[in-house]
């Protein structure tokens, strides 16, 4: 009986195993390059299909080349996507429905997307979670940040980010000067970001 039981056990490990590999293998992988090093990223394509989309859309226009982490809180996330390292903001003019209710949630390491007010508001700005931040889930009072990805590799490159020293600064959009805040000192900059598969 307990041959039996050990069978069954192994069994049920490599399903899961194997459901985990499947998953991994429907979903895009992309690497985000940046002048801290490299974080590597599997966009869930199955529970954020339109953010994957709009954001993939990006990547593959090269929109993220040498943009900067513009607004990094340590202890919290660390955000970009949306400036130059002039601090100019760059248009998109894709925007994206919230998909803050697929019940994924803004766990330590998640991507997720940055927007105003508006929850269909999201364009090209994204931010990682540095912790655990239940308060920006769904809830059936207020709509959430989609989370749409995790890193995989480079959470140390992640925590190493947060811990910089920031302030505050002006940027440019186009309808004028914008102050913003958390801005790092040093520019942290985003290279590029690319797909690693599919």
Same mark, same amino acid.
């Given at each position: 009986?307990?041959?039996?039981?050990?069978?069954?056990?192994?069994?049920?490990?490599?399903?899961?195993?194997?459901?985990?590999?499947?998953?991994?293998?429907?979903?895009? $992988?992309?690497?985000?390059?940046?002048?801290? &090093?490299?974080?590597? +990223?599997? !966009?869930?394509?199955? @529970?954020?299909?339109?953010? %994957?989309?709009?954001?993939?859309?990006?990547?593959?226009?090269?929109?993220?080349?040498?943009?900067?982490?513009?607004?990094? $809180?340590?202890?919290?996330?660390?955000?970009? &996507?949306?400036?130059? +390292?002039? !601090?100019?903001?760059? @248009?998109?003019?894709?925007? %994206?429905?919230?998909?803050?209710?697929?019940?994924?949630?803004?766990?330590?390491?998640?991507?997720?997307?940055?927007?105003?007010?508006?929850?269909?508001?999201?364009?090209?700005?994204?931010?990682?979670?540095?912790?655990?931040?239940?308060?920006?889930?769904?809830?059936?009072?207020?709509?959430?940040?989609?989370?749409?990805?995790?890193?995989?590799?480079?959470?140390?490159?992640?925590?190493?980010?947060?811990?910089?020293?920031?302030?505050?600064?002006?940027?440019?959009?186009?309808?004028?000067?914008?102050?913003?805040?958390?801005?790092?000192?040093?520019?942290?900059?985003?290279?590029?970001?690319?797909?690693?598969?599919?």
């Amino acid at each position: 009986m307990t041959t039996l039981n050990t069978l069954v056990k192994h069994c049920l490990s490599l399903t899961l195993i194997l459901l985990s590999s499947s998953v991994l293998a429907e979903n895009p $992988i992309v690497k985000l390059e940046t002048s801290e &090093g490299d974080i590597t +990223v599997v !966009l869930f394509a199955d @529970k954020s299909p339109k953010t %994957v989309e709009n954001f993939l859309a990006h990547v593959d226009e090269g929109f993220y080349a040498n943009t900067i982490f513009h607004r990094i $809180i340590d202890n919290f996330m660390v955000q970009g &996507g949306g400036f130059d +390292v002039d !601090l100019k903001q760059k @248009k998109t003019e894709r925007k %994206v429905i919230n998909e803050s209710k697929n019940r994924v949630h803004n766990d330590r390491g998640t991507l997720a997307m940055a927007r105003t007010s508006d929850p269909d508001s999201a364009g090209s700005q994204f931010f990682i979670n540095q912790r655990n931040n239940p308060r920006l889930d769904w809830t059936p009072f207020k709509p959430g940040y989609t989370v749409f990805g995790e890193v995989i590799t480079g959470m140390r490159i992640v925590d190493f980010m947060a811990s910089t020293p920031t302030g505050n600064a002006v940027g440019m959009t186009d309808k004028g000067q914008m102050p913003l805040q958390n801005v790092p000192l040093d520019p942290i900059v985003l290279l590029r970001v690319t797909r690693v598969s599919p």
